[in-house]
């Protein structure tokens, strides 16, 4: 079946300018998490959403980052008044539930191929 | 979170065993051992997972400690798509608690 698809898969803008990631999860799953990868670094977590629960948006490093989902589908990180240092790849993973529980419940995350955002 | 060490880069040779290490001496009891791997230009994809019993899949073996204070991905024949990023990260599956939190990881590299 389809994975977790992200767009763009390259997105190139000005400094000051806004702009929305796209993340369509694997159908039927209701955990959804937003990670920032800058280069040469591993995976920062962002934000994370669990079926009509509050996000945990621990993550988010500043309010020019905020995300939405509608549902259990489709989810947009958007970054306002973008700056360099927000430049990276912004991947998104899905997972059949949040977590918890057993080892034998336990619900791999499955990752999209990511959004590389240049701030120039 | 608990934190993880792992060596940054390892080499290999095709068709051979690959043990990449992973120590993690602050680990609490109800942390799980998870290892995730991200191929070139790719997001990362789970590989195992386990908490003190060494762990068998399709994909490797976790070697787990008695103590539990370090831990062991064997990838057993290694192939040259095998060559990614190696994260070990600790997770605790106490319920509210999902996020993972990755560190830097091992670079494997195979050799043809």
């Known amino acids: 079946g389809a994975g977790v698809s992200q767009s763009p898969s390259n997105k190139v803008t000005e400094k000051g300018k806004d702009v929305e990631l796209r993340c369509d999860p694997i159908?039927?799953?209701?955990?959804l998490y937003w990670y920032r990868q800058r280069l040469g670094q591993g995976l920062e977590f962002l934000i994370y959403?669990?079926?009509?629960?509050?996000?945990?948006k621990s993550g988010l490093p500043s309010d020019r980052f905020s995300a939405e989902r509608t549902g259990e589908s489709v989810s947009t990180l958007t970054i306002q008044r973008t700056q360099q240092e927000d430049s990276a790849v912004y991947l998104c993973?899905?997972?059949?539930?949040?977590?918890?529980?057993?080892?034998?419940?336990?619900?791999?995350?499955?990752f999209g191929p990511g959004t590389r955002l240049t701030v120039l | 979170d608990a934190k993880t060490t792992q060596p940054n880069s390892m080499e290999s040779n095709e068709e051979e065993p690959v043990h990449l290490p992973c120590n993690h001496s602050?680990?609490?009891?109800?942390?799980?051992i998870h290892w995730y791997r991200q191929l070139p230009s790719q997001g990362p994809e789970y590989v195992i997972h386990?908490?003190?019993s060494n762990v068998n899949n399709r994909m490797a073996s976790l070697a787990i400690a008695e103590d539990r204070k370090s831990s062991t991905l064997i990838l057993h024949r290694a192939t040259l798509r095998d060559a990614a990023v190696y994260y070990c990260?600790?997770?605790?599956?106490?319920?509210?608690?999902?996020?993972?939190?990755f560190g830097t990881g091992t670079r494997l590299t195979i050799i043809p």
């Open positions: 993973a899905s997972s059949p539930r949040g977590g918890g529980g057993s080892s034998d419940s336990y619900n791999e995350q499955f």
């Open positions: 990260i600790l997770r605790d599956l106490g319920f509210g608690n999902e996020k993972l939190t």
């Open positions: 959403f669990q079926g009509n629960s509050a996000p945990d």
């Open positions: 602050t680990i609490s009891g109800t942390d799980y």
């Open positions: 386990g908490l003190t």
């Open positions: 159908s039927g799953h209701t955990a």
